[in-house]
C-alpha cells in the first residue's frame, strides 16, 4: 500500500493583499498562524470590523 500524500500549504499572501470572496472584499493583514487546514491572517472588509480568514 502506498503511503499516504503529505498535502503541502498554499503560498502565503502579501500584507495588504484584497481577496474578493462574492460580493464582498476582503483586505488580508498579518498572517497568524496555520495548521493542517490552512493559513490564518488577520483581515478586515470594514474599517471597523476585524475578522480571522482562512484560506485553505
Known amino acids: ?4 500524500k503529505k498535502s503541502t500549504l498554499p503560498k502565503p499572501l502579501p ?4 481577496l474578493t470572496d462574492g460580493k464582498k472584499k476582503w483586505r488580508l493583514g498579518k498572517q497568524i498562524g496555520q495548521g493542517g487546514f490552512g493559513l490564518i491572517y488577520l483581515g478586515r472588509n470594514e474599517p471597523s470590523f ?3 480568514p482562512h484560506l485553505d
Open 1 to 4: 500500500m502506498a503511503p499516504p
Open 15 to 18: 500584507e495588504g493583499f484584497i
Open 50 to 52: 476585524c475578522y480571522l
